[in-house]
Nanobody, 116 residues
Framework: QVQLVESGGGLVQAGGSLRLSCVAS????????MGWFRQAPGKEREFVAG??????STNYGDSVKGRFTISRVQNTVYLQMNSLKPEDAAIYYC???????????WGQGTQVTVSS
C-alpha cells in the first residue's frame, strides 16, 4: 500500500501563487506516474497534471496549461500554481498509478481557496 500526504494548500488572492507538495510513502516501488486532480463543490473531479515515473513526460489539463507546472523528485510530486484564478479553487488530490495502469491511489486532499 502507498500512502500519499498532500500539503501546501491555503488561501491566496487571484493572481497569486501556491506550491503543493505530495509525498508518497510505503510500498513506493509500485509507484509509476504521479498526478494531481481537483474537485470543486458540485463539480466532477478534474485532471490537473501528471508526470511520468522518471519525470521526463508531463501533461496538463487545458484549464491550467501555461499557469501550472508539475515536477517530481523521486516519490515526491509538486504542483507550482501561478496566476491563480477563482475558478482554480478546489480540493486538490495527489494520485499515483502503478506502471501501465490508471491512477488508482489517492491522497486525502488539500484545500485551495482563491479570493477575487
Amino acid at each position: 500500500q502507498v500512502q500519499l500526504v498532500e500539503s501546501g494548500g491555503g488561501l491566496v488572492q487571484a493572481g497569486g501563487s501556491l506550491r503543493l507538495s505530495c509525498v508518497a510513502s510505503g510500498r513506493t516501488l509500485n509507484v509509476g506516474a504521479m498526478g494531481w486532480f481537483r474537485q470543486a463543490p458540485g463539480k466532477e473531479r478534474e485532471f490537473v497534471a501528471g508526470i511520468s515515473y522518471r519525470g521526463t513526460s508531463t501533461n496538463y489539463g487545458d484549464s491550467v496549461k501555461g499557469r501550472f507546472t508539475i515536477s517530481r523528485v523521486q516519490n515526491t510530486v509538486y504542483l507550482q500554481m501561478n496566476s491563480l484564478k477563482p475558478e482554480d479553487a478546489a480540493i486538490y488530490y495527489c494520485a499515483t498509478a502503478t506502471p501501465g495502469n490508471k491512477y488508482d491511489n489517492w491522497g486525502q486532499g488539500t484545500q485551495v481557496t482563491v479570493s477575487s
